[in-house]
């Protein structure tokens, strides 16, 4: 698919874990404002891709440019990417020793060098959006999978970042828990936030979806608009995939 | 009892002595010891080459020889440092391994996802490590860390052998004044167990300060 304006591209990607070939010449672009979601089989390499992305895994063959720049190596260069690449993961990984509050404020004033009250100023707005205000002084386990989840969107969203990525961030929480979630998400996708999300939600790949990239064995197999995709579905694995998960 | 009552002031020096071992070695062993676990984990190869070839070599040499090393071989170098210095240094380098290791089981305890948030937010090695994963890790690792200390408060005996002033020492003149066997180490071990179950009391009074509430 044409992409007006580039933010993410990757290009020939192509990682290994062993022998297991997990990501296979993958090229993909994803415009700035734009919802890309990721979906696929477990063990087709979506959430590595994801990953990738913010080099947390490495690749060995391929170009990844954020922005017109290329990942750098290991060190100050990726560490500065990175807090422009927020990231959301499936099991949330809020500091487990710190409040809510200073989830959110640690990497504001470590990273981004703000004074600790215009942190946390800064972390009780993102905490309000997310409907969390009031747990501001909890520690992370007093909280539910919910909200911590959302804790974690404020703590990504804290470093101004230029894209999300969202790493199956409801694929963890109960059944009740996971609108609240994708409300953030969505609230999120209609700001216009570039935003890279791997899921099984189907619903927020309708809604809230620019593109829909659908992954198997490592590669990716179509790359449309939501519409398109969920009701005429070209690749037979990925009518394997729809028939699947929409029966129920 | 009258071993201890008419000796008191020589047996007050090596307890003086064995507790300002224990508390500089303890201190070396803890700088050198988060040092080194940092090292360890690093991701440049180097350093975690160096870490490892650090605890090999100290954990595995036995500390009297270490001593001899310390004590006999430095000076050959041009290092000439009073032998409580080199004491320190030897008991200081040879726990520092056992402290790294304690404090590398404590980080490997840490959830990896910790670290990778912590990443994925712009911090870097040194920030990750100091303010999201050694805190949490130092709640895990008080007990190992308690137990070592307390081994390197009795192996500082060793020291004595080489004229250091100590506890442990003070036996060999009150033998030769001719005082029960028996009740001079009886006394000896008081004290060496004054030392131990101070720093017993102090590790119980962090670990239910910090300790991980289960």
Redesign the interface.
Known sequence: MAVVDPLIELRDVNKFYGQLHVLQDINLTIGRGEVVVVIGPSGSGKSTLCRTV?R?ESIESGTITIDGQPLPE?G?GL?????????V?Q?F?????KTVLANVS??QI??RRRKKDEADRRSRELLERVGLASQADKYPAQLSGGQQQRV?IA??LA?DPKVMLFDEPTSALDPEMINEVLEVMQQLARDGMTMVVVTHEMGFARSAANRVVFMADGRCIEDRAPEDFFNHPESDRAKDFLSKILKH | MDVLTDNFSLYAEGFLGTVRLTVYSSLLALVLGFLMASFRVA?VGSLRAIGTVWVTVLRNTPLTLLFFAVLLGLPRFGLVLPFTVFAVIALGCYTSAFICEALRSGINTV?T??G?????????FG?TLT??VL??AF?TVIPPVGSTLIALAKNSAIAGAFSVTELLGTYKTLSELGYNIIWTFVWIAVGYLIITLTISALFNVLEKRYGVAR
Do not use: T, W
Not at chain 1, 79 to 87: N, W
Not at chain 2, 116 to 124: D, H, N, P, V, Y
């Open positions: 913010n947390l290991e100050k560490a500065a990417l990175r807090a422009d690449v927020g990231m993961f099991s990984n809020l500091f487990a020793h640690l990497a470590k990273v974690a703590r990504a470093m | 991701p959830p996802g910790q990778e948030a912590a990443r994925s937010l712009g911090m870097s920030q303010s999201v805190p949490q709640r």
